[in-house]
């Protein structure tokens, strides 16, 4: 038996183990590496230490800002995605006619690519704002509820389907002797319903949380940082860094690892503060 385990093992274990440190561990130590010299190729790079990370904070305001900026969208984004998915899923398990229906539309956003939703949106946002003469990189504040926007429209639908699962899987006797024994609706919802269902809380904020700041596409799409940079977010500033400036390699390089530390962290945090709130059936 432990003989024809470690055939398996070689068969199906080590081709994708192979492939993730190919295509994942070793570009990511390079990563790494590359963040603590100069370089434009691999081939060149010159040792300069903690130099990029420092110019990363010090040689202009834009990675801060972004930072923010992107800080302040994610907050923003998990509160009205995971709101209204909710909702939605509420909605759609009370047995309505058309449920299906409802549930594939409102999941359809998810499937189009993040250029090609970017631009859809710069065409509807600045039609409207045309009325008022102005277009979406007129000013910082409609590039950002423009990004919010675009952002609940592409992902409400993907955390509903976690969130009606969720609900579905509830115990239908919890709530019919919350129901007898005089609970209200709302007494339900937030001592039955919440509670049950935060393991896909936990799963549909840590989406969120990673797709608002990882976000590129959307962000290149519609205001491109515009005006002024004042709508960039973090991953089009390493983007424009390491290819829009001669020589900057190394900092955007940085900047990169910077980022990827920062999610992790941030991530981590929330996938501990949610997870103790879980209750089991």
């Known amino acids: 038996m432990n003989h024809q385990l470690k055939r398996q093992f070689a068969a199906f274990v080590l081709p994708t183990l192979l492939a993730f440190t190919v295509a994942f561990i070793i570009p990511f130590v390079m990563g790494v590496w590359l963040s603590f010299t100069k370089f434009t190729t691999v081939t060149n790079a010159k040792w300069v230490g903690p130099e990029n990370y420092i110019r990363a904070f010090t040689a202009d305001n834009d990675f801060l800002r972004a930072l923010g900026f992107t800080a302040l969208f994610t907050a923003v984004t998990i509160v009205t995605v995971n709101v209204l998915a909710f909702l939605l899923a509420l909605l759609l398990t009370r047995g309505l006619k058309g449920t299906n229906l409802f549930r594939s539309v409102f999941f359809m956003p998810n499937l189009i690519g993040g250029i090609v939703l970017g631009y859809i949106w710069n065409l509807l946002i600045n039609g409207v704002l045309s009325l008022w003469g102005v277009d979406i990189t007129y000013a910082a504040k ?98 424009q860094t390491f290819y829009g400036r001669v ?23 929330q996938l501990r503060a949610t997870r103790s709130k879980e209750v089991e059936a």
């Open 247 to 269: 020589g900057w390699q190394g900092v955007g390089q940085a900047k990169a690892v910077v980022f990827f530390l920062l999610v992790a962290l941030i991530a981590f945090v």
């Open 142 to 239: 409609y590039g950002f509820w423009g990004l919010v926007l675009l952002t609940n429209w592409q992902l409400i639908g993907y955390m509903m389907v976690i969130y009606i699962a969720g609900l579905q899987n509830i115990p239908p006797a919890l709530t019919e002797a919350a129901s007898i024994d005089g609970a209200s609706p709302s007494m339900v919802l937030f001592k039955i319903k919440l509670p049950m269902v935060m393991p896909s809380v936990t799963i549909c904020t840590f989406l969120t949380l990673t797709n608002a700041f990882k976000m590129f596409d959307q962000n290149l799409a519609l205001t491109a940082g515009a005006p002024e940079k004042q709508t960039e977010m973090l991953a089009l500033n390493i983007y």
